[in-house]
């Protein structure tokens, strides 16, 4: 009888494990995690039904206004209508020379359908991503065929837990050397009116020719070799028929 107890209180702790992981990891998120900063990316919001009697029919995700950009562009999914939702800059941005005065603060999927036990991606591409921030949050709003509505809107903070239902974020990083490298070799040509590039391409024909020549040597000594070694090939059999 003891041993059934305890049986039955390791199942249900388990249990309540189990439930409790599930809670905390179905939620609403960007995928992958991580853009370069200054760049432009496609992302994904990630949306698993977490109910067993409803299915998912909306997601609204609303962009920050603090961080705008100037180009979001959902990618079409078959059975789903998306709604892009623009709004006025309190401050233009200029990008190639041209002034935006207005950006995306809304985008909406509607139409569909994620059953229970299934989960659905947005893909979305945008642009310009901050240079001067490390995070974007975006708050999102998912509805269910019951009236059911789940706002993941909370914002965790540095140093606490996870809050209940906390806010898709995509993590800004430091582009690549090999970006910030090009982008200083473009502003340098850019800065002495084109005399740098044409140096740069002096010596890329430069070390090309230099690479071409040492191929050659290369595959000459190897041709030599190889010559080598069938000159002695017949000289051992000359040696054998003579004897």
Known sequence: MKTSRVS???????GSVLVLSGTAF??????????AKGGYA????????ERDNASTTQLE????IDQPLTSVMPQDIPGWTVKIEKSKLDKPLTVHGKQ????????????????????QQFPVSVGKLPEDADQMVFKAIQTYDNDEIVRWIEETKEGAAEPQNPAPVLKLTAAKDADHHDAG?????????????DKNHEDGRAKAAKGGSD?????LGVAGIVVGIGGIAFGVASRRRAS
């Not at 496609?42 to 039904?49: E, W």
């Not at 070799?185 to 590039?197: F, I, M, R, Y």
């Open 8 to 14: 039955f209180a390791a199942a249900l702790a388990a």
């Open 100 to 119: 935006i005065n207005e950006a995306v603060t809304k985008v909406t999927w509607s139409g569909g359908k994620i059953e229970p036990g299934k989960f």
């Open 215 to 219: 191929t050659t040597a290369r595959a």
């Open 185 to 197: 070799d473009k502003k340098a040509d850019a800065a002495d009116g084109g005399k740098n590039a």
């Open 26 to 35: 179905a939620h609403v998120s960007v995928q992958p995690g991580d853009a």
């Open 42 to 49: 496609t992302i994904n919001f990630k949306v698993p039904n």
């Open 61 to 64: 995700v609303n962009f920050p």
